[in-house]
């Protein structure tokens, strides 16, 4: 009976971790893959079918918003890295015994709702708002310069938004380095560029791999961004998924949509994981 409690004992202390991904995700997948494959509408309801023409239509239709959406994903993604890799640097380094100060700088503009976080960023590039009127007044700007309904909006946006995503695992990798490594490469003749090049930075990588995975999948599935700050030209897929759901009521559109955006995005993260990831990781870390 012992050695049978023995080896029911991980099986038990993991059952809720299994029960959650259960009830939140497969239970979720599984219903979004049956609507993507149904035929009907929201009046007389839905019946299940053996239908992959809304998947062929949903991809064949929307490649444009597809790669738009990837685009901004990994521009933005790049962006926040290479400003969130030098703040999260300073911090752990040199930020003293005020560090968790500045963390809470950093996560402060978060209390406020994520749309109006946007909003206020649609008032501050609007064409004659605070910012570039004064400019355009004095001649340093023309008078036909706009930013709003740019993708340069957009990607900013989503760079603003993910920043604090990319900070704190930075921030929690580059706090555990041993200073002692540093040291040492001092004492062997290293210049500053390279410790850091040689041990700062592939000991950070476990946790530029884990900013990617927050930044990266958050901004390519994102919608708000560019329906305030961009226009129909930098819509992405979320933008379509959320019109075919609720201005179209198209569920199997809007569910074969999700999934292959899911799927693409599944692919994107193991091939990242594949060049980057986990295998980087253990050869940097050995």
Same mark, same amino acid.
């Given at each position: #009976?012992?050695?049978?409690? !023995?080896?029911?004992?991980?099986?038990?202390?993991?059952?809720?971790?299994?029960?959650?991904?259960?009830?939140?995700?497969?239970?979720?997948?599984?219903?979004?893959?049956?609507?993507?494959?149904?035929?009907?509408?929201?009046?007389?309801?839905?019946? #299940?079918?053996?239908?992959?023409?809304?998947?062929?239509?949903?991809? %064949?239709?929307?490649?444009?918003? +597809?790669?738009?959406?990837?685009?901004?994903? %990994?521009?933005?993604?790049?962006?926040?890295?290479?400003?969130?890799?030098?703040?999260?640097?300073?911090?752990?380094?040199?930020? !003293?015994?005020?560090?968790? /100060?500045?963390?809470?700088?950093?996560?402060?503009?978060?209390?406020?709702?994520?749309?109006?976080?946007?909003? =206020?960023?649609? +008032?501050?590039?609007?064409?004659? !708002?605070?910012?570039?009127?004064?400019?355009?007044?004095?001649?340093?700007?023309?008078?036909? @310069?706009?930013?709003?309904? %740019?993708?340069?909006?957009?990607?900013?946006?989503?760079?603003?938004?993910?920043?604090?995503?990319?900070?704190?695992p930075l921030y929690v990798v580059l706090e555990k380095i041993d200073r002692r490594l540093v040291r040492a490469a001092n004492d062997l003749y290293a210049s500053p560029?390279? =410790?850091?090049?040689?041990?700062?930075?592939?000991?950070?990588?476990?946790?530029? @791999?884990?900013?990617?995975?927050?930044?990266?999948? /958050?901004?390519?599935?994102? +919608?708000?961004?560019?329906?305030?700050?961009?226009?129909?030209?930098?819509?992405?897929?979320?933008?379509?998924?959320?019109?075919?759901?609720?201005?179209?009521?198209?569920?199997?559109?809007?569910?074969?949509?999700?999934?292959?955006?899911?799927?693409?995005?599944?692919?994107?993260?193991?091939?990242?994981?594949?060049? +980057? !990831? %986990?295998?980087?990781?253990?050869?940097?870390?050995?």
């Amino acid at each position: #009976m012992r050695q049978l409690r !023995g080896k029911l004992a991980p099986y038990l202390l993991s059952l809720p971790s299994w029960v959650y991904l259960l009830v939140f995700f497969l239970i979720p997948l599984a219903s979004m893959l049956g609507m993507a494959l149904a035929v009907g509408d929201p009046l007389s309801g839905y019946t #299940m079918s053996d239908n992959f023409q809304e998947f062929v239509a949903a991809f %064949t239709g929307y490649e444009d918003a +597809f790669a738009r959406s990837f685009w901004y994903g %990994t521009a933005s993604t790049v962006i926040t890295l290479a400003v969130a890799y030098p703040v999260a640097y300073w911090i752990a380094f040199y930020g !003293g015994r005020h560090k968790s /100060t500045y963390l809470f700088l950093i996560m402060l503009p978060f209390f406020v709702s994520f749309v109006i976080r946007v909003l =206020a960023w649609e +008032f501050i590039l609007s064409d004659q !708002g605070f910012l570039f009127g004064p400019l355009k007044e004095i001649g340093l700007l023309p008078r036909n @310069f706009h930013l709003l309904s %740019t993708q340069w909006a957009v990607i900013g946006g989503l760079v603003y938004n993910s920043f604090a995503y990319y900070v704190l695992p930075l921030y929690v990798v580059l706090e555990k380095i041993d200073r002692r490594l540093v040291r040492a490469a001092n004492d062997l003749y290293a210049s500053p560029a390279t =410790a850091f090049m040689k041990i700062i930075l592939p000991l950070s990588a476990p946790g530029v @791999f884990a900013g990617f995975l927050l930044v990266f999948v /958050t901004n390519v599935g994102d +919608f708000v961004n560019a329906a305030l700050l961009g226009g129909p030209g930098t819509y992405m897929i979320g933008n379509i998924i959320q019109d075919s759901y609720f201005e179209n009521q198209d569920y199997p559109m809007a569910a074969a949509l999700s999934s292959i955006l899911m799927l693409m995005l599944m692919i994107a993260i193991l091939l990242y994981s594949k060049v +980057f !990831g %986990t295998d980087t990781i253990q050869e940097y870390a050995a």
